[in-house]
């Protein structure tokens, strides 16, 4: 079986997986019970009463008696709603798919009474908006999303992710000061330990994206220190020193020193267990091998490693995406270079797959 024909069985198994557990979600949304999914905890099922930045307050049943506790909110990882309007639910099952424009008009047409409906949806329905729309690459959009968010929706639980959000965006158009005063803001303000954590990695990554290279790297490492330092340490502490360290090996790409970079990432996925059960860390991982391959003139490894996080990781959205657009993109070059009617075919192959998956997706050219 060659790699085109493996790859489309891989991608059908993916979409009847996403398929059922879409309808699996649809099917909870029944239910009036919430679940609380924590990092390092049993999952608390019951009736949310309220939710901030701070914490969740739900009511449980506990041996047929009612009895309300609270979790704090850095014990989170997610909240599947009972009451999830099936609009919202239809959003966030496109966004899964990247298909983002369809997600914006599904968040768009929810009828203005569900907000009242369920006393989380509003501000949750504002971010997955601007998310959308940040996602979609209407990047002005987003920020201007996000600002009225943060301003009418302080109390929320996504508060801080939309603040970090907010910051990465100013970054990206390089208003460096004001995204250094998102990233201050997370932490110096008391949002949590994984909060704080993000703000410091926010500003140096700042640094970073500027060209300050030795400080961006004196920045990281004081910031692995501190965060190796915490004792008991979550799996949200845990996630964020993943991120330090694949920033790490980003500021060797920068300065292309593309073999040390490489060889720092393989010897992280291979010793680091933590890694290696962080998604969002492993597919930009691969995307980091890519990178030195293609960098190094080793375009079909680059295509291999490329293809590891598009395949295996379609979760971590955007980082498979520009994966897929860089499977295409060097099957086009090895085309060009060998004129090679099966790099040609793959190249068509991968073309039909980004059309269908990320239909705005700004490298399709003609071949």
């Known amino acids: 079986m060659n790699m085109s024909v493996k790859l489309r069985n891989i991608l059908f198994l993916s979409a009847c997986i996403m398929a059922l557990s879409f309808v699996i979600s649809v099917k909870a949304t029944a239910s009036s019970s919430d679940v609380v999914i924590r990092y390092d905890a049993e999952p608390v099922k019951g ?4 939710e901030t930045w701070k914490s969740v307050q739900i009511r449980i049943h506990v041996g047929g008696a009612a009895a309300e506790t609270e979790i704090l909110s850095g014990d989170i ?55 959308s729309l940040y996602l979609a690459g209407k990047t002005e959009d987003a920020r201007e999303a996000l600002e009225d968010f943060v301003r009418e929706h302080s109390l929320s639980r996504l508060f801080p992710r939309a603040l970090y959000r907010l910051g990465r965006i100013e970054a990206e158009l390089k208003n460096y000061r004001r995204a250094k005063g998102r990233f201050e803001e997370l932490a110096e303000k008391n949002y949590g330990t994984a909060w704080k954590f993000k703000g410091q990695l926010g500003i140096a990554r700042l640094l970073d994206e500027q060209g300050e290279f030795e ?37 060797m790409v920068r300065r292309k020193e593309f073999d040390r970079a490489f060889d720092f990432v393989k010897t992280l996925m291979n010793d680091s267990e933590e890694m290696r059960e962080d998604d969002q860390s492993m597919a930009r991982a691969y995307s980091i091998l ?4 293609a960098a190094l003139d080793k375009l ?68």
């Open 47 to 50: 009736r949310i009463l309220n």
């Open 77 to 131: 990882k997610d909240i599947q709603y009972g009451d999830m309007p099936p609009e919202y639910a239809l959003a966030l099952s496109s966004m899964r798919r990247g298909h983002y424009e369809e997600a914006i008009a599904q968040i768009r047409s929810v009828k203005a009474d569900a907000d009242v409906r369920v006393s989380w949806y509003a501000s949750h329905k504002a971010f997955h908006l601007a998310e």
């Open 215 to 251: 400080s961006a790297s004196n920045a990281y490492n004081n910031l692995l220190n501190e965060l190796e330092g915490v004792e008991p340490r979550s799996s949200s502490l845990n996630g964020i020193i993943n991120e330090v360290r694949i920033a790490v090996a980003s500021v």
């Open 290 to 293: 890519g990178d030195c391959s």
């Open 300 to 367: 079909e490894e680059a295509r291999y490693y490329y293809l590891h996080t598009y395949v295996l990781y379609p979760m971590a959205t955007k980082e498979a995406r520009r994966a897929l657009c860089r499977v295409y993109e060097i099957s086009f070059e090895l085309w060009e270079k060998s004129k090679n009617d099966t790099e040609r075919q793959r190249a068509t192959e991968y073309q039909e797959i980004l059309k269908e998956e990320y239909p705005d997706a700004s490298c399709i050219r003609g071949l």
